[in-house]
């Protein structure tokens, strides 16, 4: 079980650990999503932040768990609220958010069962 929950730990604090990096450096990917989403260009580095904090909290979850734990849960939230944002715009292009959710998802899970 460690090695399982070793690894999605891992790969989900790579999966966010990149996308905060591309909201953070100004790359315009996130820039045209958030036009794409009606969102606030203002708003990508607050939400590059949140990815960026999520990240952190999971790999400091491997030594605190409490911290990967609410690192997990907060990284749900923010891809349900992605979610809700994709299809408030009539957006159906949720490849990308399916597998960071169900990446977020699975990291809750294990952490959850592994902590415990």
């Given at each position: 079980m460690h090695t399982a929950y070793l690894t999605v730990t891992l790969v989900a604090a790579v999966l966010t650990g990149s996308a905060a990096v591309t909201y953070l450096i100004g790359h315009e990917y996130p820039r045209a999503q958030?036009?794409?989403?009606?969102?606030?260009?203002?708003?990508?580095?607050?939400?590059?932040?949140?990815?960026a904090a999520g990240t952190v909290g999971l790999l400091a979850g491997l030594v605190v768990p409490a911290l990967g734990i609410?690192?997990?849960?907060?990284?749900?939230?923010?891809?349900?609220?992605?979610?809700?944002?994709?299809?408030?715009?009539?957006?159906?292009?949720?490849?990308?958010?399916?597998?960071?959710?169900?990446?977020?998802?699975?990291?809750?899970?294990?952490?959850?069962?592994?902590?415990?």
């Open positions: 958030a036009d794409l989403k009606r969102i606030p260009r203002s708003w990508v580095p607050v939400l590059g932040s949140l990815l609410a690192a997990a849960a907060g990284l749900v939230l923010y891809f349900a609220g992605a979610l809700i944002a994709h299809l408030r715009v009539g957006s159906r292009r949720l490849a990308g958010w399916a597998v960071f959710f169900t990446t977020e998802v699975i990291a809750l899970a294990v952490t959850l069962v592994y902590r415990s």
